[in-house]
């Protein structure tokens, strides 16, 4: 069946504009998470979505980073004013947990590789 | 603050040698995955733990979880070209709910 998948593959953008960044979960995901990783660098957690609770923005690293989760599927990533530091490849992952301590296999989109100018 | 350390950070082994990588978290965790990154290529997920003292095979790979359920390790045996990438640990905090925090992977190389 189809993966997750994020677009746009790639995103070149000027210093100070905003973009948007869009992923499409494994359908009856219930759970969503964006992460962001640096050139040579380790994932780092961003946001999480579970259902309709309230997500989980503690790994939002500035107030320029907002999340959307609409209609409990597809997500948008949004930085405003973009800084050259927020260059990374941004890569969404869903999971069928719908449970706490359920097994919580997480399947990663392809990315968007983001670069600030 | 709540962290997951991986070590080591690069690792370059002869073909057929074995490799360990480590995990270590400063609070214990309910869980812990494993997830394989190749070059180029977006996080896989490998295998969870759940238990203390866990361990679980696939082929040639052996993954534990230690009995405080504060370090982890995966152990992969006479390594092949086909294992090269990074190997992340993820590990969800017990002290906070749907926390997850990412090691920052070891790049395993291999020499022909």
């Known amino acids: 069946g189809a993966g997750v998948s994020q677009s746009p593959s790639n995103k070149v953008t000027e210093k100070g504009k905003d973009v948007e960044l869009r992923c499409d979960p494994i359908s009856g995901h219930t759970a969503l998470y964006w992460y962001r990783q640096s050139l040579g660098q380790g994932l780092e957690f961003l946001i999480y979505?579970?259902?309709?609770?309230?997500?989980?923005k503690s790994g939002l690293p500035s107030d320029r980073f907002s999340a959307e989760r609409t209609g409990g599927s597809v997500s948008t990533l949004t930085i405003q004013r973009t800084q050259q530091e927020d260059s990374a490849v941004y890569l969404c992952?869903?999971?069928?947990?719908?449970?706490?301590?359920?097994?919580?296999?997480?399947?990663f989109g392809p990315g968007t590789r983001l670069l600030v100018l | 603050g709540q962290q997951v350390m991986q070590i080591p950070q690069y690792q370059h082994v002869q073909e057929g040698e074995d490799f360990t990588t480590y995990c270590n978290s400063s609070t214990t965790l309910s869980n812990i995955q494993w997830y394989k990154q190749r070059p180029g290529g977006h996080p896989v997920f490998l295998i969870q733990?759940?238990?203390?003292?866990e361990v679980k095979k696939q082929k040639r790979l052996t993954f534990q979880f230690g009995e405080a359920k504060k370090n982890s390790s995966l152990h992969i045996t006479a390594t092949q070209t086909t294992d090269v990438g990074t190997y992340f640990c993820?590990?969800?905090?017990?002290?906070?709910?749907?926390?997850?925090?990412f090691g920052k992977g070891t790049r395993l190389h291999i020499l022909p």
């Open positions: 979505f579970q259902g309709n609770s309230a997500p989980d």
């Open positions: 733990l759940v238990k203390s003292g």
């Open positions: 992952a869903s999971s069928l947990a719908s449970a706490k301590w359920a097994q919580e296999t997480q399947y």
């Open positions: 993820a590990g969800r905090m017990m002290n906070r709910d749907d926390k997850i925090i």
